[in-house]
C-alpha cells in the first residue's frame, strides 16, 4: 500500500510539472511577435527606429520626392493600412505595391524585403508591430483590413 500510495504521489507531481511547463508555453502569437521583434531590429529599425519611432520629418518629402521612412508606433499613419498593402509595401517596395493597385508614378524609399525575408518573417514583424498598438489602433487597423478583404472578395 505504501508504494502504491508513493507512486501515486509521484505521478501526481509529475503530471502536476508538465501540465505547468506546457500551460507556461507563448502562444502562437506571442512567439510570432518575439521572431518579429528580432527581425525588425535586424531588417526594419535602420530606418523605422529602434522605438519604430521613424525618420525625423518623416512628413516632409525629401528632394527626391520620396519621403522619409514613417513611424510605425501610434504616432505614425501605418495603423490606418490595411494587412495586405502593410505586407505587400514589405515585401515589394513601395513603389511596386502601389503599381500593383495600378498607381503608376508613385515615389517611395521603401525598398521590397521579398528576396531578404519570408512570407512568416514579414508578417512576424508585422505582429510585433501592431503588439506595440493600442486596441484603439489595433481594432481600427483590424476594420481597415475586414473592408479591404471585403472589396477584394466581391
Not at 9 to 18: D, K, S, Y
Not at 142 to 148: L, V
Request: with cysteine; charged share 20%; net charge negative.
Amino acid at each position: 500500500m505504501k508504494v502504491f500510495v508513493t507512486f501515486a504521489l509521484v505521478a501526481a507531481l509529475g503530471a502536476f510539472i508538465l501540465w505547468s511547463l506546457l500551460s507556461a508555453r507563448p502562444s502562437q502569437e506571442e512567439e510570432a511577435i518575439a521572431r518579429g521583434q528580432i527581425v525588425y531590429a535586424k531588417s526594419c529599425a535602420v530606418c523605422h527606429g529602434v522605438n519604430l519611432e521613424g525618420q525625423e520629418n518623416w512628413r516632409i518629402m525629401n528632394a527626391d520626392g520620396t519621403f522619409p521612412a514613417p513611424p510605425h508606433d501610434i504616432e505614425g499613419h501605418t495603423w490606418h493600412h490595411d494587412d495586405q498593402l502593410l505586407f505587400d509595401f514589405t515585401k515589394l517596395g513601395g513603389e511596386a505595391a502601389m503599381a500593383a493597385r495600378g498607381v503608376d508614378g508613385f515615389k517611395s524609399g521603401m525598398p521590397g524585403f521579398g528576396d531578404v525575408l519570408t512570407d512568416e518573417q514579414i508578417n512576424d514583424v508585422w505582429a510585433y508591430i501592431k503588439s506595440t498598438w493600442t486596441d484603439r489602433e489595433r481594432n481600427a487597423q483590424a476594420e481597415r483590413t475586414a473592408e479591404q478583404q471585403t472589396l477584394t472578395d466581391g
